[in-house]
């Protein structure tokens, strides 16, 4: 449809106005890309992105389409349809990706000394909102991870009620008196490693507990338009008085038709008006202007608008198009290739996964399954009923190849993966990909396991990576291998997780950061960490998990895990990850720390 009539108003309403002529005395600066005309870099500048990009960055200060922060007019009309696509009570437009998105939320109905039920899988964007900017007081919930490092969902022992009423009225005894002592839950709708999270069984277990449920749904956002997904579209569920609030926040920018840092969030709770606990959409609108911008790049809007409309029109059909993409692919790997799989089950109904047709895979949930009760997935106290492998991502175990070096030779043949650790590379389907990509994928996945059982010299398969003289690919991989295994790599990952090594909060997160910002720090060498109150956020990026909060204790646990990572960055430099928290690039590494009481302010 070419015809710009049929466009929806915000968009329709911005392309007309870029159009014009017009002479602008406001912002921004570069009035349509003028400025830029005035070097030949600009021009070139203008040039490659297009002219569009310029003439339609508009100013806050046209009557023509006004104020987004507003929610009015054609802004208002943009975010209701997305409302109504996704079947929300309210829907808003944020540029800061989901990040934002997650902050906006939980400012909004967090203060100071307000329980939290906090799953340990959360962004840092979530932990910075809630605890080292609201103050919130956590009740965090164990996951697991597997051998391969794959992020796990929820275990069965703590999502029991009684334990968690129990476990609020320890931290709070006035707040475990109350019939819902928890203001609010955070929770992943769907990890990053892709396991769909059984929204209607989470709310049946523990929805009584809590005002509101965050579901953050940043690595989600296509659940409405696929039946097999239909327990994780919480917004479609009908709900009652006696259910919490929900909340859910969407990257649309990840498998969705956003530009990049688009997201929306979204809150349904209708069935609350009028109850003590409702979240007043006027305080929800205080927190989302404490954390935008007032001049945004209105294409971006545009893009958030024209994603809702797709959806509208033809979602349930292009998602079923992406998930048999994404069956087919699984299934081509299985066939094809000898070690390297997706993250399936090996035999579904006394047959090969990849036996059994599409239709037939994507109409049955056996198939994707997480039951503690298999072994084939490594999680042996994930929770009953309660999870789903996401059929749009493709999750591929490497093992004996390196998954980072898998990405970087993948990457040297122009295929970007989403993500990559020690074990798994992670690929997201989406509707519009073609048999041409997944062709491409597959024939150098094969690619490089002939050259792994060849042991091709490594200055041949990855000349740019830094390697031992004369070493082959086998030989590197092995090296790799026997390195993780001797340090337990896949021990320590999980004891990250594991509720009974969780680290002691001593003080509030908000503490922490204040004490941080106010000089009660103290430079510690990595090394000499443990037993101090860390007074940042410690993770590895990505996926953002955060290991270690402020606040909380640096134990044996934590300090040995991140004490490997250093070790990982001297023996493989090319594939160490960024770690937040950790300084000293240059130097050795150390960390900030609660300054001991003796040593003064």
């Known amino acids: 449809m070419n015809d710009p009539h049929h466009l929806p108003p915000f968009t ?42 310029f003439t339609a960055d508009i100013s806050d200060s046209s009557s023509v389409i006004g104020d987004p922060s507003s929610h009015e007019g054609v802004s208002g009309e943009a975010e209701a349809l997305a409302a109504s696509v996704y079947g929300s009570d309210r829907c808003f437009f944020v ?38 900017a609201a103050g919130g007081l956590p009740v965090y919930l164990a996951s697991e991870r597997n051998e391969s490092g794959i992020i796990g969902g929820l275990t069965e022992e703590t999502l029991d009620p009684v334990r968690l009423r129990k476990k609020a009225a320890r931290l709070s005894p006035a707040a475990g008196k109350k019939q819902r002592p928890y203001r609010l839950a955070c929770l992943q709708l769907s990890t990053y490693d892709g396991l769909f ?42 709900l009652t008085k006696n259910d919490p609030g929900i909340l859910v926040t969407q990257s649309v920018h990840k498998q969705l ?107 049955d949930p056996a198939f994707f399954a997480i039951s503690p009760k298999d072994t084939w ?15 749009c991502k493709v999750l591929l175990v490497t093992d004996p190849l390196p998954a980072p070096l898998l990405s970087h030779f993948l ?86 997780f594991d509720e009974d090594h969780f680290p002691k909060a ?16 103290e430079r510690v060498p990595l090394p000499k960490a443990k037993g101090r109150v860390s007074l940042e956020m410690i993770l590895p990026y990505p996926p953002g998990i955060t290991v270690l909060e402020p606040g909380e204790v640096w134990t044996d646990e934590v300090l040995s895990y991140f004490l490997f990572l250093q070790k990982y960055k001297s023996a493989f430099p090319d594939f160490s990850p960024e770690i937040l928290g950790v300084h000293g690039k240059e130097t050795e590494p150390y960390v900030w720390v609660l300054k001991n009481q003796k040593e003064g302010s």
């Open 197 to 238: 999270l059984n929204a209607r069984e989470l709310l049946r277990r523990i929805g009584s507990l809590c005002d509101y449920i965050l579901f953050d749904g940043a690595w989600a956002g296509y659940e409405n338009f696929l039946p097999l997904l239909q327990d994780s579209a919480v917004l479609t569920f009908p």
């Open 257 to 363: 038709a956003g530009f990049s840092m688009t997201s929306q969030l979204h809150k349904k709770d209708s069935h609350l008006r009028g109850m003590a606990r409702y979240l007043e959409d006027d305080v929800l609108q205080a927190a989302f202007l404490m954390h935008i911008s007032t001049s945004p790049y209105y294409p971006l809007l545009a893009g958030l608008e024209m994603n809702a409309y797709l959806h509208q029109k033809r979602g349930k059909e292009l998602w079923q198009e992406a998930a048999i993409t994404a069956t087919e692919l699984k299934r081509s790997i299985l066939k094809r290739c000898r070690f390297l799989r997706p993250f399936t089950a090996p035999t579904v109904r006394a047959a090969s996964w990849e036996a059994h047709p599409a239709e037939e895979i994507l109409s």
């Open 411 to 496: 990457e040297s043949r122009h295929v970007t993966v989403e993500k990559s650790d020690f074990h798994t590379l992670l690929f997201l389907i989406e509707p519009g990909d073609t048999k041409e990509k997944q062709e491409h994928l597959l024939s150098l996945l094969q690619e490089c396991e002939a050259a792994y059982e060849a042991n091709t010299p490594m200055s041949v398969f990855a000349p740019h990576l830094t390697c031992r003289k004369g070493e082959g690919l086998k030989d590197f991989s092995l090296r790799y291998q026997d390195f993780l295994c001797r340090e337990e790599a896949a021990r320590l990952t999980q004891a990250l």
């Open 12 to 53: 329709k309403a911005l392309l007309d106005f870029a159009k014009e002529a017009r002479d602008d005395f406001c912002t921004p600066g570069h009035h349509s890309g003028a400025l830029f005309e005035e070097i030949p870099e600009g021009r070139a500048f203008v040039s490659a992105l297009g002219e569009g990009a």
């Open 377 to 391: 997935h490594g999680f042996s106290h994930i929770a009953e009923s309660l999870y789903l492998t996401d059929p």
């Open 506 to 521: 001593m003080i509030t997160g908000k503490k922490a950061h204040q004490a941080f910002l106010k000089g009660a720090r």
């Open 95 to 132: 540029l800061g990706g989901t990040s934002a998105s997650n902050r906006i939320a939980i400012s909004a109905l967090v203060s100071e000394g307000d329980l939290i039920l906090f799953d340990r899988n959360n962004h840092k964007s979530a932990s910075q909102a809630a605890l080292a």
